[in-house]
């Protein structure tokens, strides 16, 4: 019911290290995945992006062993001390590689996701907030300059 209802939920499960978490469609032997659901899709932030990406100087996002589908999402700030999320759409999801990144991106991508192979395919997301949502949530945003013409 997990993998019907929430595709993109993480789980916590032990190892040897301690417990880690692994998306739910990783732990299940026989998964199947409908990118073209009707249902909206969450996109997991680390907090240190809220203002960039709620100010829309962050709309692009690399992902590894993330299935994102074009579509409405819910983006979320792990950690965020005021549970801070926003609703948008993702617009394009391109292929792209590990190998063909330079350096320094490639090395901060290896601090979110340490485990990730030399060459591993990645996914390029570009994604908006939506206007409508911005306008009626942004009061708590004091400081935050927002360009209301990006959708």
Request: contains cysteine; glycine residues 6%; proline residues 8%.
């Amino acid at each position: 019911m997990l993998l019907d209802h929430h595709p993109d939920i993480l789980v916590a499960v032990p190892a040897e290290s301690g417990p880690v978490v692994r998306p739910v469609r990783k732990l299940l032997p026989d998964t199947y995945f409908f990118p073209d659901a009707n249902e909206r899709r969450i996109v997991r932030f680390n907090k240190r992006y809220h203002d960039a990406v709620m100010s829309g100087e962050k709309t692009t996002t690399i992902r590894w062993d993330d299935p994102i589908t074009v579509g409405p999402a819910t983006f979320v700030f792990e950690d965020h001390p005021d549970f801070a999320h926003a609703e948008g759409e993702v617009l394009s999801v391109e292929r792209i590689r590990l190998i063909d990144l330079d350096a320094d991106h490639a090395a901060g991508l290896r601090s979110h996701y340490p485990t990730m192979p030399q060459d591993a395919e990645l996914s390029r997301v570009t994604f908006r907030l939506s206007t409508s949502w911005l306008q009626g949530n942004c009061a708590p945003l004091a400081g935050i300059h927002v360009d209301w013409q990006r959708g």
